[in-house]
């Protein structure tokens, strides 16, 4: 089949190399417009344009999708779209020109965790299970049609990153089968059922705040469901600590104020939450480079069996 690449970030890049070592033709890929980077705010290239541009595509980079200006282009260049993380919402007009429609890659097994952030949010509410769907896209939120699911288990200690990796390949390999079973019609659309439905937030930067009368578990959760972005975050006397990297702990003691961070065992650096505690490993204090929670506990002359409180 001929197709268009829909698809900005690197989550898309799998299923775009995918494509061009497969059957199918690829006319071209439309990605978002470049975008300020850095201190110096210099215009950065998207990983899918990367890949585009090296593997000699035509790029398109509309500021909106205006149907005058795109029309003739998808007529007569696709019988699909393909569409991975493009990072806008389709006007209908475009879905609905070429013969087989849109169809979509997304990281969840529909149609649960419909929405931006499906990965991080499975991690953080705490799901064992998750995986790829491919579906036609329509006017809803995530509501179209199911074509072909894969699932996977969520590691124990997986991140949102690590995770996000294994499913960009996953889904890779889905859409290939997508496609060749939509034109031979041996993969045929299901309807999704919405009574089954859940919803995945984009993520905010609030998101990131831990609250210390959560469970440990919880909050173990969420510094995974949250790496990369907003990162978990709380604060000490005001200045800004980012954790970066922690475990649920199960120590033998009395219970604490939630919040309070102890020295134990001499180099151990333990929270108490509203349920157990959580053993910080990497911290980031503000304005400062990662470091391990012991090193950090050192900067503190926080004595052993003593504490100090953490949040605002």
Request: glycine share 10%; charged share 20%; proline share 9%.
């Amino acid at each position: 089949m001929r197709l268009l690449f829909m698809g900005t970030p690197g989550f898309a890049v799998p299923t775009l190399r995918k494509l061009l070592s497969g059957r199918h033709q690829v006319g071209g890929v439309f990605t978002q417009p470049d975008r300020p980077s850095g201190r110096g705010r210099k215009l950065a290239i998207g990983p899918v344009k990367q890949l585009a541009l090296q593997s000699g595509l035509p790029v398109y980079q509309p500021g909106r999708l205006a149907p005058e200006e795109w029309k003739v282009l998808v007529e007569t260049t696709a019988d699909v779209l393909v569409v991975v993380a493009y990072g806008k919402i389709l006007p209908p007009w475009l879905f609905n020109l070429p013969p087989h429609g849109a169809i979509n890659v997304h990281a969840s097994l529909l149609p649960r965790y419909r929405g931006a952030a499906p990965v991080s949010w499975a991690i953080v509410r705490g799901e064992i299970r998750t995986g790829v769907t491919t579906m036609r896209i329509d006017r809803g939120m995530d509501t179209g049609d199911l074509l072909l699911q894969n699932a996977v288990e969520i590691g124990p200690e997986e991140t949102a990153a690590e995770l996000q990796d294994r499913l960009a390949a996953m889904g890779a390999d889905l859409l290939a089968k997508t496609l060749d079973g939509l034109e031979t019609g041996q993969v045929r659309p299901r309807p999704q059922d919405p009574q089954l439905a859940s919803y995945a937030p984009m993520l905010r930067k609030s998101d990131g705040e831990i609250d210390w009368s959560r469970s440990s578990r919880q909050i173990f959760n969420r510094v995974r469901g949250f790496d990369p972005w907003p990162g978990t975050f709380t604060y000490r006397s005001g200045s800004l600590l980012r954790i970066l990297k922690a475990r649920p702990v199960t120590p033998s003691v009395q219970r604490q104020a939630p919040g309070s961070l102890w020295r134990w065992d001499s180099r151990r650096a333990l929270v108490a939450c509203g349920e157990g505690w959580l053993e910080l490993l990497q911290v980031q204090p503000e304005n400062h480079k990662p470091v391990a929670a012991s090193d950090f506990l050192n900067g503190l002359r926080l004595q052993p069996g003593h504490s100090i409180p953490l949040g605002h």
